[in-house]
């Protein structure tokens, strides 16, 4: 991604905390999308102020395949299957 022009990444989405940010990434990247966790040390630095979150950034090219993948993997661990 660092290759490709910065509008062409976008936010798909902020994490509720970094972990859950980066089980994100690698659920994206376990299905070929490219993904990056952006601001996931900001908490260790300046401890929890609303607003910096940790975030999943994605190619725009990509961003509605991986809307789907968080979607459909959210709807799979609300019904307590496994994928």
Same mark, same amino acid.
């Given at each position: 991604?660092? +290759? /490709? =022009?910065? !509008? &062409?990444?976008?936010? $798909?989405? *902020?994490? @509720? +905390?970094?972990?859950?940010? =980066?089980?994100?990434? @690698?659920? $994206?990247?376990?299905?070929?999308?490219?993904? +990056?966790?952006?601001? !996931?040390?900001? %908490?260790?630095?300046?401890? %929890?102020?609303?607003? $910096?979150?940790?975030?999943?950034?994605? =190619?725009? &090219? %990509? $961003?509605?395949?991986? *809307?789907?993948?968080? #979607?459909?993997? @959210?709807?799979?661990?609300? #019904?307590? /299957? &496994?994928?």
């Amino acid at each position: 991604m660092a +290759n /490709e =022009h910065p !509008d &062409d990444i976008v936010r $798909l989405a *902020t994490a @509720q +905390n970094p972990m859950q940010a =980066h089980i994100w990434e @690698q659920a $994206l990247q376990a299905e070929g999308i490219r993904a +990056n966790v952006v601001g !996931d040390y900001l %908490d260790a630095g300046l401890g %929890d102020v609303p607003g $910096l979150q940790a975030e999943v950034w994605v =190619h725009k &090219d %990509d $961003l509605a395949r991986a *809307t789907a993948i968080l #979607s459909e993997g @959210q709807k799979q661990g609300e #019904s307590g /299957e &496994d994928r």
